[in-house]
Protein backbone atom coordinates (compact mmCIF):
# COMPACT_ATOMS: atom_id res chain seq x y z
CA UNK A 1 0.00 0.00 0.00
CA UNK A 2 1.58 3.64 -0.88
CA UNK A 3 1.44 6.80 1.03
CA UNK A 4 2.14 9.93 0.20
CA UNK A 5 3.50 12.25 2.84
CA UNK A 6 4.72 15.99 2.89
CA UNK A 7 8.16 16.99 3.29
CA UNK A 8 9.87 20.68 3.19
CA UNK A 9 13.31 21.33 1.38
CA UNK A 10 14.69 23.74 4.70
CA UNK A 11 17.20 24.99 2.89
CA UNK A 12 15.44 26.24 -0.65
CA UNK A 13 12.06 26.96 1.86
CA UNK A 14 12.54 31.19 1.82
CA UNK A 15 8.87 31.39 4.05
CA UNK A 16 6.58 32.68 0.92
CA UNK A 17 3.91 30.70 1.93
CA UNK A 18 1.79 29.68 -0.73
CA UNK A 19 1.76 26.13 0.70
CA UNK A 20 -0.02 26.97 3.76
CA UNK A 21 -2.65 29.37 1.44
CA UNK A 22 -3.15 26.42 -0.57
CA UNK A 23 -3.60 23.69 1.76
CA UNK A 24 -4.08 25.12 5.23
CA UNK A 25 -5.53 21.80 6.51
CA UNK A 26 -2.08 20.52 6.35
CA UNK A 27 0.42 23.38 6.55
CA UNK A 28 0.75 26.18 8.88
CA UNK A 29 3.16 28.56 9.32
CA UNK A 30 5.81 29.87 12.18
CA UNK A 31 6.23 33.06 13.42
CA UNK A 32 8.69 33.57 11.03
CA UNK A 33 6.39 32.48 7.82
CA UNK A 34 8.27 28.96 7.74
CA UNK A 35 6.11 25.95 7.25
CA UNK A 36 5.30 23.40 9.99
CA UNK A 37 4.42 20.51 8.77
CA UNK A 38 3.06 17.22 11.31
CA UNK A 39 4.92 14.17 9.03
CA UNK A 40 1.71 12.15 8.93
CA UNK A 41 0.59 10.32 5.48
CA UNK A 42 -1.80 12.87 3.36
CA UNK A 43 -5.36 11.64 3.10
CA UNK A 44 -5.96 10.81 -0.69
CA UNK A 45 -8.82 13.11 -0.68
CA UNK A 46 -5.93 16.19 -0.20
CA UNK A 47 -3.31 14.71 -2.59
CA UNK A 48 -4.76 16.64 -5.59
CA UNK A 49 -4.45 20.05 -3.37
CA UNK A 50 -1.09 18.89 -1.96
CA UNK A 51 0.41 18.37 -5.33
CA UNK A 52 -0.82 21.87 -6.42
CA UNK A 53 1.10 23.24 -3.53
CA UNK A 54 3.93 21.86 -4.32
CA UNK A 55 4.26 23.10 -7.69
CA UNK A 56 3.32 26.63 -6.64
CA UNK A 57 6.05 26.77 -4.40
CA UNK A 58 8.34 29.49 -6.17
CA UNK A 59 11.71 27.86 -4.87
CA UNK A 60 10.39 24.43 -5.32
CA UNK A 61 10.66 23.39 -1.48
CA UNK A 62 7.79 21.57 -0.80
CA UNK A 63 8.05 17.96 -1.59
CA UNK A 64 5.09 14.87 -1.79
CA UNK A 65 6.75 12.16 -1.02
CA UNK A 66 5.29 8.66 -2.04
CA UNK A 67 6.02 5.99 0.12
CA UNK A 68 5.31 2.16 -0.11
CA UNK A 69 4.70 0.34 2.85
CA UNK B 1 44.22 19.77 27.49
CA UNK B 2 46.13 17.02 27.67
CA UNK B 3 45.32 12.74 27.60
CA UNK B 4 45.50 11.13 30.45
CA UNK B 5 45.99 7.52 30.94
CA UNK B 6 43.48 5.37 32.67
CA UNK B 7 43.87 4.86 35.95
CA UNK B 8 44.70 1.61 35.97
CA UNK B 9 47.71 1.83 32.92
CA UNK B 10 50.80 0.86 33.41
CA UNK B 11 52.85 2.53 31.54
CA UNK B 12 55.42 0.06 30.01
CA UNK B 13 52.61 -2.67 29.36
CA UNK B 14 52.02 -3.51 25.61
CA UNK B 15 48.92 -3.49 24.16
CA UNK B 16 47.86 -7.25 24.03
CA UNK B 17 44.94 -9.56 23.84
CA UNK B 18 43.97 -8.77 27.42
CA UNK B 19 40.90 -6.68 27.18
CA UNK B 20 41.26 -3.98 30.52
CA UNK B 21 41.93 -0.32 29.60
CA UNK B 22 43.89 1.60 28.26
CA UNK B 23 42.98 0.23 24.62
CA UNK B 24 42.78 3.10 22.69
CA UNK B 25 45.23 5.28 24.51
CA UNK B 26 47.70 2.71 25.41
CA UNK B 27 51.33 3.70 24.59
CA UNK B 28 49.95 7.13 24.35
CA UNK B 29 53.38 9.57 24.54
CA UNK B 30 53.98 12.44 26.21
CA UNK B 31 54.32 14.76 23.43
CA UNK B 32 54.39 14.35 19.86
CA UNK B 33 52.92 11.39 17.79
CA UNK B 34 53.70 7.60 17.89
CA UNK B 35 55.91 6.48 14.76
CA UNK B 36 55.08 4.31 12.73
CA UNK B 37 57.85 1.34 14.66
CA UNK B 38 56.62 1.96 17.86
CA UNK B 39 52.99 1.73 17.00
CA UNK B 40 53.73 -1.35 15.46
CA UNK B 41 55.11 -3.09 17.94
CA UNK B 42 52.74 -1.82 20.51
CA UNK B 43 49.69 -2.95 18.37
CA UNK B 44 51.41 -5.74 15.98
CA UNK B 45 51.47 -5.94 12.57
CA UNK B 46 47.75 -5.19 10.66
CA UNK B 47 46.35 -9.29 10.28
CA UNK B 48 46.59 -9.80 6.51
CA UNK B 49 42.86 -9.68 5.54
CA UNK B 50 43.46 -7.51 2.63
CA UNK B 51 45.45 -9.49 0.09
CA UNK B 52 44.74 -9.13 -3.28
CA UNK B 53 42.01 -10.01 -5.87
CA UNK B 54 39.37 -13.02 -4.04
CA UNK B 55 41.24 -13.17 -1.15
CA UNK B 56 40.97 -9.68 -0.55
CA UNK B 57 37.31 -9.46 -0.94
CA UNK B 58 36.82 -12.37 1.08
CA UNK B 59 38.86 -11.16 3.92
CA UNK B 60 37.28 -7.37 3.51
CA UNK B 61 33.31 -8.77 3.89
CA UNK B 62 35.19 -10.92 7.20
CA UNK B 63 35.94 -7.96 8.47
CA UNK B 64 32.65 -5.84 8.16
CA UNK B 65 31.28 -9.35 9.83
CA UNK B 66 33.95 -9.54 12.54
CA UNK B 67 32.56 -5.38 13.40
CA UNK B 68 29.21 -6.34 13.18
CA UNK B 69 29.76 -9.21 15.98
CA UNK B 70 31.92 -6.41 17.98
CA UNK B 71 28.89 -4.22 18.45
CA UNK B 72 30.61 -1.44 17.47
CA UNK B 73 28.52 2.17 17.26
CA UNK B 74 29.89 5.46 15.51
CA UNK B 75 31.71 7.71 18.25
CA UNK B 76 31.24 10.80 16.45
CA UNK B 77 27.73 11.45 18.57
CA UNK B 78 25.03 10.05 16.65
CA UNK B 79 26.40 6.31 17.83
CA UNK B 80 25.37 4.41 14.38
CA UNK B 81 26.04 1.10 13.71
CA UNK B 82 29.54 1.19 12.02
CA UNK B 83 29.18 -2.33 10.28
CA UNK B 84 25.82 -1.16 8.94
CA UNK B 85 27.69 1.96 7.33
CA UNK B 86 30.32 -0.36 6.53
CA UNK B 87 27.54 -2.53 4.42
CA UNK B 88 26.20 0.07 2.95
CA UNK B 89 28.47 1.59 1.37
CA UNK B 90 30.08 -1.79 0.40
CA UNK B 91 26.60 -2.87 -1.21
CA UNK B 92 25.98 0.76 -2.91
CA UNK B 93 29.24 0.49 -4.52
CA UNK B 94 28.24 -2.73 -5.82
CA UNK B 95 25.24 -1.91 -7.31
CA UNK B 96 26.51 0.54 -9.17
CA UNK B 97 27.33 -1.60 -12.71
CA UNK B 98 30.98 -0.58 -13.56
CA UNK B 99 29.88 2.51 -11.53
CA UNK B 100 32.13 5.14 -9.51
CA UNK B 101 34.42 3.41 -6.66
CA UNK B 102 33.58 4.15 -2.78
CA UNK B 103 35.87 6.49 -1.02
CA UNK B 104 36.41 6.19 3.02
CA UNK B 105 36.30 9.62 4.35
CA UNK B 106 37.78 10.15 8.58
CA UNK B 107 35.98 12.63 9.98
CA UNK B 108 37.96 14.94 12.30
CA UNK B 109 36.45 17.89 11.93
CA UNK B 110 35.34 17.82 15.83
CA UNK B 111 33.54 21.30 15.86
CA UNK B 112 32.39 20.48 19.44
CA UNK B 113 34.16 23.27 21.70
CA UNK B 114 34.18 20.96 25.01
CA UNK B 115 35.73 18.36 23.10
CA UNK B 116 39.56 16.90 22.54
CA UNK B 117 39.42 13.43 21.57
CA UNK B 118 39.41 13.02 18.07
CA UNK B 119 42.61 15.93 17.77
CA UNK B 120 44.30 13.81 20.58
CA UNK B 121 44.00 10.77 18.46
CA UNK B 122 45.24 12.31 15.13
CA UNK B 123 47.96 14.02 17.19
CA UNK B 124 49.38 11.30 19.68
CA UNK B 125 48.57 8.26 17.63
CA UNK B 126 48.19 9.05 14.26
CA UNK B 127 48.69 5.12 13.09
CA UNK B 128 45.70 3.59 14.73
CA UNK B 129 43.32 5.84 13.02
CA UNK B 130 45.70 5.64 9.74
CA UNK B 131 44.89 1.57 10.43
CA UNK B 132 41.17 1.97 10.62
CA UNK B 133 40.68 4.14 8.10
CA UNK B 134 42.41 2.19 5.42
CA UNK B 135 40.94 -1.36 6.78
CA UNK B 136 37.38 -0.30 6.52
CA UNK B 137 38.75 1.48 3.14
CA UNK B 138 39.34 -2.51 2.31
CA UNK B 139 35.96 -3.77 3.64
CA UNK B 140 34.09 -1.91 1.39
CA UNK B 141 36.18 -1.78 -1.47
CA UNK B 142 37.93 1.95 -1.58
CA UNK B 143 40.88 2.63 -2.91
CA UNK B 144 40.91 6.87 -1.45
CA UNK B 145 41.50 7.74 1.75
CA UNK B 146 40.89 11.56 2.51
CA UNK B 147 41.57 12.34 6.46
CA UNK B 148 39.26 15.44 7.48
CA UNK B 149 41.03 17.12 9.91
CA UNK B 150 40.42 20.84 11.86
CA UNK B 151 42.22 23.60 10.49
CA UNK B 152 42.11 24.99 13.95
CA UNK B 153 44.35 21.83 15.35
CA UNK B 154 48.13 22.28 13.70
CA UNK B 155 49.34 19.58 15.56
CA UNK B 156 47.51 17.22 14.52
CA UNK B 157 47.73 18.37 11.27
CA UNK B 158 51.29 18.00 11.76
CA UNK B 159 51.27 14.99 12.92
CA UNK B 160 48.90 13.24 10.40
CA UNK B 161 51.30 14.55 7.52
CA UNK B 162 53.83 12.89 9.50
CA UNK B 163 52.52 9.83 10.15
CA UNK B 164 51.44 9.32 6.10
CA UNK B 165 54.65 10.42 5.15
CA UNK B 166 56.09 7.32 7.02
CA UNK B 167 53.98 5.14 6.06
CA UNK B 168 55.19 6.09 2.33
CA UNK B 169 58.90 5.81 3.37
CA UNK B 170 58.27 2.76 4.65
CA UNK B 171 57.95 -1.28 3.38
CA UNK B 172 55.70 -2.05 6.11
CA UNK B 173 52.07 -0.25 4.76
CA UNK B 174 51.68 -3.96 4.59
CA UNK B 175 48.08 -4.28 3.27
CA UNK B 176 46.74 -0.92 3.06
CA UNK B 177 49.68 -0.22 0.37
CA UNK B 178 47.04 -0.27 -2.21
CA UNK B 179 45.29 2.56 -0.68
CA UNK B 180 45.86 6.06 -1.37
CA UNK B 181 46.00 8.26 2.03
CA UNK B 182 45.32 12.49 1.33
CA UNK B 183 45.45 14.83 4.09
CA UNK B 184 41.94 17.80 4.23
CA UNK B 185 42.01 20.68 6.59
CA UNK B 186 38.39 21.09 7.60
CA UNK B 187 37.30 24.81 8.55
CA UNK B 188 36.41 25.03 12.24
CA UNK B 189 33.13 25.35 12.61
CA UNK B 190 30.26 23.73 14.67
CA UNK B 191 27.99 22.16 11.87
CA UNK B 192 31.29 21.35 9.84
CA UNK B 193 31.45 17.92 11.16
CA UNK B 194 28.08 17.09 10.30
CA UNK B 195 27.99 14.23 7.42
CA UNK B 196 26.89 16.31 4.43
CA UNK B 197 28.42 18.93 5.60
CA UNK B 198 31.96 17.41 5.19
CA UNK B 199 30.78 15.39 2.05
CA UNK B 200 30.03 19.10 0.86
CA UNK B 201 32.99 20.36 1.23
CA UNK B 202 35.61 17.72 0.19
CA UNK B 203 33.30 18.17 -3.06
CA UNK B 204 35.07 21.55 -3.65
CA UNK B 205 31.43 23.51 -1.83
CA UNK B 206 31.48 25.12 1.40
CA UNK B 207 31.63 23.23 4.51
CA UNK B 208 27.98 23.60 5.43
CA UNK B 209 25.18 20.39 5.61
CA UNK B 210 22.72 19.76 2.30
CA UNK B 211 19.53 18.30 1.99
CA UNK B 212 19.10 14.53 2.87
CA UNK B 213 18.86 12.40 1.03
CA UNK B 214 20.89 11.48 -0.58
CA UNK B 215 23.05 10.20 2.20
CA UNK B 216 26.61 10.21 1.88
CA UNK B 217 26.57 6.24 0.91
CA UNK B 218 24.39 6.61 -1.71
CA UNK B 219 25.86 9.72 -3.23
CA UNK B 220 28.79 11.72 -1.32
CA UNK B 221 32.08 12.75 -2.27
CA UNK B 222 32.39 13.85 -5.79
CA UNK B 223 28.78 11.31 -6.38
CA UNK B 224 30.50 8.47 -5.03
CA UNK B 225 29.22 6.26 -2.51
CA UNK B 226 30.86 7.47 0.82
CA UNK B 227 31.74 5.93 3.88
CA UNK B 228 31.98 9.00 6.55
CA UNK B 229 33.54 7.74 10.06
CA UNK B 230 34.65 9.61 13.10
CA UNK B 231 38.34 9.38 14.20
CA UNK B 232 37.71 7.56 17.00
CA UNK B 233 35.60 5.04 15.22
CA UNK B 234 38.01 4.10 13.36
CA UNK B 235 40.62 3.40 16.35
CA UNK B 236 38.40 1.22 17.49
CA UNK B 237 38.04 -1.04 14.24
CA UNK B 238 41.69 -1.04 14.00
CA UNK B 239 42.31 -2.83 17.42
CA UNK B 240 38.91 -5.14 16.05
CA UNK B 241 40.57 -6.29 13.42
CA UNK B 242 43.82 -7.17 15.22
CA UNK B 243 41.85 -8.79 18.41
CA UNK B 244 38.59 -9.92 17.31
CA UNK B 245 34.88 -9.23 18.36
CA UNK B 246 35.06 -11.44 21.55
CA UNK B 247 38.56 -9.47 22.75
CA UNK B 248 35.91 -6.14 22.19
CA UNK B 249 32.57 -7.28 23.81
CA UNK B 250 35.08 -7.81 27.26
CA UNK B 251 34.73 -4.68 28.22
CA UNK B 252 31.27 -2.56 28.16
CA UNK B 253 27.68 -3.45 27.76
CA UNK B 254 26.26 -6.13 25.71
CA UNK B 255 24.53 -3.48 23.78
CA UNK B 256 27.28 -1.05 23.77
CA UNK B 257 30.21 -2.74 23.97
CA UNK B 258 33.60 -1.62 24.32
CA UNK B 259 35.45 1.46 25.50
CA UNK B 260 35.15 4.81 24.57
CA UNK B 261 36.87 8.56 24.89
CA UNK B 262 35.71 11.11 27.14
CA UNK B 263 36.77 14.85 27.70
CA UNK B 264 35.91 16.02 30.72
CA UNK B 265 36.37 19.63 31.65
CA UNK B 266 35.23 21.47 34.01
CA UNK B 267 35.33 22.24 37.74
CA UNK B 268 37.51 18.89 38.15
CA UNK B 269 41.21 18.75 39.31
CA UNK B 270 42.67 17.26 35.68
CA UNK B 271 40.92 18.07 32.74
CA UNK B 272 41.94 16.15 30.29
CA UNK B 273 40.29 13.31 27.40
CA UNK B 274 40.23 9.91 29.11
CA UNK B 275 39.07 5.99 28.11
CA UNK B 276 36.46 4.80 29.81
CA UNK B 277 34.36 1.09 29.97
CA UNK B 278 30.88 1.93 28.55
CA UNK B 279 28.81 1.52 31.70
CA UNK B 280 31.25 3.17 34.43
CA UNK B 281 30.34 5.55 36.63
CA UNK B 282 30.76 8.80 36.00
CA UNK B 283 31.82 9.09 40.05
CA UNK B 284 34.91 7.04 38.97
CA UNK B 285 36.31 9.33 35.92
CA UNK B 286 35.69 11.97 38.06
CA UNK B 287 37.91 10.85 40.82
CA UNK B 288 40.36 9.54 38.16
CA UNK B 289 40.75 13.16 37.34
CA UNK B 290 41.56 13.44 41.20
CA UNK B 291 38.26 15.07 42.08
CA UNK B 292 36.32 18.23 41.90
CA UNK B 293 37.73 21.52 41.93
CA UNK B 294 34.16 23.08 43.63
CA UNK B 295 30.67 21.88 44.40
CA UNK B 296 28.87 20.75 41.37
CA UNK B 297 25.77 22.32 40.34
CA UNK B 298 25.65 19.97 37.30
CA UNK B 299 26.88 18.34 34.28
CA UNK B 300 26.29 18.51 30.95
CA UNK B 301 26.87 15.65 29.04
CA UNK B 302 27.25 14.66 25.10
CA UNK B 303 28.16 18.01 24.12
CA UNK B 304 27.33 21.79 24.38
CA UNK B 305 24.08 20.33 21.88
CA UNK B 306 23.47 18.16 24.82
CA UNK B 307 21.87 17.43 28.03
CA UNK B 308 22.37 18.49 31.59
CA UNK B 309 21.79 16.39 34.89
CA UNK B 310 21.36 17.83 38.11
CA UNK B 311 24.41 16.84 40.36
CA UNK B 312 22.69 15.92 43.07
CA UNK B 313 22.25 12.65 40.88
CA UNK B 314 25.69 12.59 39.95
CA UNK B 315 26.10 9.63 42.02
CA UNK B 316 23.79 7.30 39.97
CA UNK B 317 24.94 8.43 36.25
CA UNK B 318 26.96 5.76 34.48
CA UNK B 319 28.30 6.43 30.87
CA UNK B 320 26.54 4.38 28.58
CA UNK B 321 23.61 4.96 26.29
CA UNK B 322 21.53 2.73 28.28
CA UNK B 323 22.50 3.90 31.61
CA UNK B 324 22.16 7.83 30.66
CA UNK B 325 18.51 6.97 28.65
CA UNK B 326 16.41 7.94 32.22
CA UNK B 327 18.11 10.90 32.19
CA UNK B 328 17.33 11.80 28.63
CA UNK B 329 21.08 11.82 27.99
CA UNK B 330 23.39 9.83 25.80
CA UNK B 331 27.17 9.87 25.84
CA UNK B 332 26.89 11.72 22.54
CA UNK B 333 30.70 12.66 21.35
CA UNK B 334 31.93 11.66 25.17
CA UNK B 335 31.92 15.50 26.16
CA UNK B 336 31.59 15.62 30.14
CA UNK B 337 31.15 19.33 31.45
CA UNK B 338 30.90 19.76 35.44
CA UNK B 339 29.42 23.06 36.67
CA UNK B 340 30.19 24.23 39.40
CA UNK B 341 27.55 25.93 42.61
CA UNK B 342 29.66 29.95 41.86
CA UNK B 343 28.66 30.16 38.26
CA UNK B 344 25.29 31.15 36.97
CA UNK B 345 23.51 28.61 34.56
CA UNK B 346 21.68 31.19 33.09
CA UNK B 347 24.22 33.27 32.00
CA UNK B 348 25.93 30.39 30.91
CA UNK B 349 23.05 29.31 28.79
CA UNK B 350 22.74 32.86 27.29
CA UNK B 351 26.54 32.81 26.18
CA UNK B 352 26.44 29.29 25.22
CA UNK B 353 23.35 29.54 23.14
CA UNK B 354 24.51 32.78 21.44
CA UNK B 355 26.98 31.22 20.06
CA UNK B 356 25.10 28.10 19.03
CA UNK B 357 22.92 30.73 17.12
CA UNK B 358 26.30 32.24 15.49
CA UNK B 359 27.02 28.30 14.70
CA UNK B 360 23.78 28.35 12.59
CA UNK B 361 24.76 27.65 8.99
CA UNK B 362 22.37 30.00 8.33
CA UNK B 363 20.80 28.26 5.17
CA UNK B 364 17.04 27.03 6.99
CA UNK B 365 15.06 29.59 8.71
CA UNK B 366 13.66 27.63 11.74
CA UNK B 367 17.40 27.45 12.83
CA UNK B 368 18.30 30.98 11.57
CA UNK B 369 15.42 32.77 13.11
CA UNK B 370 14.52 30.30 16.51
CA UNK B 371 18.77 30.13 17.68
CA UNK B 372 18.30 33.76 17.63
CA UNK B 373 15.01 33.77 19.60
CA UNK B 374 16.15 31.12 22.14
CA UNK B 375 19.34 33.25 22.65
CA UNK B 376 17.32 36.35 23.26
CA UNK B 377 15.17 34.86 25.94
CA UNK B 378 18.09 33.52 28.10
CA UNK B 379 19.66 37.05 27.61
CA UNK B 380 16.87 38.82 28.45
CA UNK B 381 17.08 36.74 31.61
CA UNK B 382 20.74 37.18 32.47
CA UNK B 383 21.01 40.64 30.99
CA UNK B 384 17.57 41.81 32.38
CA UNK B 385 15.83 43.49 29.42
CA UNK B 386 12.37 42.91 28.21
CA UNK B 387 9.70 41.01 29.54
CA UNK B 388 11.76 38.63 31.99
CA UNK B 389 8.57 36.66 32.72
CA UNK B 390 7.48 35.80 29.29
CA UNK B 391 11.08 34.26 28.77
CA UNK B 392 10.43 30.67 30.42
CA UNK B 393 7.28 30.12 28.82
CA UNK B 394 8.84 31.54 25.12
CA UNK B 395 11.74 29.03 25.66
CA UNK B 396 9.56 26.19 26.08
CA UNK B 397 7.94 26.25 22.79
CA UNK B 398 10.94 27.52 20.95
CA UNK B 399 12.80 24.28 21.85
CA UNK B 400 9.62 22.58 20.49
CA UNK B 401 9.52 24.54 17.36
CA UNK B 402 13.01 24.33 16.25
CA UNK B 403 13.14 20.83 16.49
CA UNK B 404 12.96 18.70 13.16
CA UNK B 405 13.61 21.50 10.74
CA UNK B 406 16.40 21.95 9.77
CA UNK B 407 18.51 19.94 7.14
CA UNK B 408 21.15 18.70 9.62
CA UNK B 409 20.40 18.05 13.21
CA UNK B 410 21.60 21.35 14.58
CA UNK B 411 18.51 22.94 15.78
CA UNK B 412 17.45 19.44 17.31
CA UNK B 413 20.72 19.41 19.45
CA UNK B 414 19.67 23.19 20.88
CA UNK B 415 16.07 22.16 21.29
CA UNK B 416 17.64 19.38 23.70
CA UNK B 417 20.22 21.32 25.50
CA UNK B 418 17.42 23.58 25.83
CA UNK B 419 14.43 21.23 27.63
CA UNK B 420 16.88 20.04 29.79
CA UNK B 421 18.31 23.27 30.79
CA UNK B 422 14.67 24.25 31.69
CA UNK B 423 14.21 20.45 34.26
CA UNK B 424 17.25 21.20 35.63
CA UNK B 425 17.86 25.20 36.43
CA UNK B 426 13.93 26.03 36.80
CA UNK B 427 15.00 27.51 40.29
CA UNK B 428 17.72 29.99 38.31
CA UNK B 429 15.58 30.77 35.68
CA UNK B 430 12.64 31.38 38.05
CA UNK B 431 14.73 33.66 40.25
CA UNK B 432 16.01 35.32 37.14
CA UNK B 433 12.39 36.12 35.67
CA UNK B 434 11.18 37.60 39.07
CA UNK B 435 14.73 39.50 40.46
CA UNK B 436 16.46 40.49 37.15
CA UNK B 437 20.58 39.23 36.66
CA UNK B 438 22.15 37.76 39.99
CA UNK B 439 25.56 38.60 41.45
CA UNK B 440 27.07 35.76 39.66
CA UNK B 441 25.90 36.49 36.28
CA UNK B 442 28.89 38.97 36.10
CA UNK B 443 31.13 35.75 36.84
CA UNK B 444 33.65 35.01 33.72
CA UNK B 445 32.33 31.58 31.84
CA UNK B 446 32.93 28.15 33.12
CA UNK B 447 32.05 26.57 29.52
CA UNK B 448 35.36 26.09 27.62
CA UNK B 449 34.60 29.35 26.03
CA UNK B 450 34.59 28.89 22.27
CA UNK B 451 36.19 30.70 20.18
CA UNK B 452 34.38 34.02 18.59
CA UNK B 453 32.39 32.53 15.53
CA UNK B 454 33.75 33.77 12.30
CA UNK B 455 30.99 35.28 9.39
CA UNK B 456 29.09 32.26 8.32
CA UNK B 457 31.14 32.17 4.68
CA UNK B 458 32.93 29.37 3.68
CA UNK B 459 35.45 28.72 1.20
CA UNK B 460 36.81 25.11 0.18
CA UNK B 461 40.43 24.87 1.25
Given at each position: ????????????C???G???E???????????????????????????????A???????????????N | ???????????????????????L???????????????????????????????????????????????????????????????????A???L??????????N?????????????????????????A?????????????????????????????????????R????????????R???????????S??????????A????T?PR??????????????????????????????A????????E??????????G????P??????H?????S??????G???????V?L??Y???????????E??L??????????SL???????L???A???A?L???TR??A??????C??????????????????????????A???????A???????????????????????D??????????????????A???????????????????
Amino acid sequence: MTSHRLRVNPIACEAHGMCHELLPERISLDEWGYPILDGAPLDPALLAHARRAAAACPTLALLVERRSN
Amino acid sequence: MSAHLSPNQLLDRPASDEPGLPRLLAGIPARGGLGLREHLSLHGELPVVEGRGRARRAGASGLIDEVERAGLLGRGGAGFPTAAKLRAVAGASRSLLGGARPIVVVNGAEGEPASAKDRTLLRSLPHLVIDGAGLAAAAVGAQEVLLGVCESSPPALDAVARALEERRGSRRGGPLDGVQFQLRPVPHRYVAGHESALVNHLSGGPALPTFTPPRPFERGVHGRPTLVCNVETLAHLALIARHGAAWFRRLGAPEQPGSALVTLTGSVVAPGVYEIEHGSPLASLIDAADGLTARPRAVLLGGYSGTWVDASRLREVALSDRDLSPFGASLGAGVVFVLSEDACPVAELARLTRWLASQSARQCGPCLFGLDAIASAFEQLSGGAGKRDAAEPRLRSLAALVRGRGACSHPDGVSRLVSSSLDVFALELADHARHGPCAACARPSELPRPRVPRPATAAPA
